[in-house]
């Protein structure tokens, strides 16, 4: 199961941290994506942290705003989101698995956690 929190509503430039709680697999032998759909539009990957931490992938978009990070001891996935921007506004998953699995594996992402950028 993961569950999301953090997400709320910011004016542009502003930030958000959103945190994801892992229970029901082993949360450290698992890459982790954040995954974001906007209002009409297709699911979009975001960014991937690999088991240890040690590797990390964004999409082009957010690179140099958004920092993925996690705590194995506390299977605890989070996105640091800087700069937000209005085009940033969705509603954002977690996902057990890398960008080519959770694209694929709805069932492995979360509910979600609304974000959303406005002035």
């Known amino acids: 199961q993961l569950v999301e929190s953090g997400g709320g509503m910011v004016q542009p430039g502003g930030s958000l941290r959103l945190s994801c709680a892992a229970s029901g697999f082993t949360f450290s032998m698992n890459d982790m994506s954040w995954v974001r759909q906007a209002p009409g539009k297709g699911p979009e990957w975001v960014s991937t942290i690999t088991t240890g931490g040690g590797s990390t992938y964004y999409t082009d978009s957010v690179k140099g705003r958004f920092t993925i990070s996690r705590d194995n001891a506390k299977n605890a996935l989070h996105l640091q989101m800087n700069s937000l921007k209005p085009e940033d506004t969705a509603l954002y998953y977690c996902?057990?698995?890398?960008?080519?699995?959770?694209?694929?594996?709805?069932?492995?992402w979360g509910q979600g956690t609304q974000v959303t950028v406005s002035s």
């Open positions: 996902a057990r698995g890398n960008r080519d699995i959770v694209m694929i594996r709805r069932d492995y």
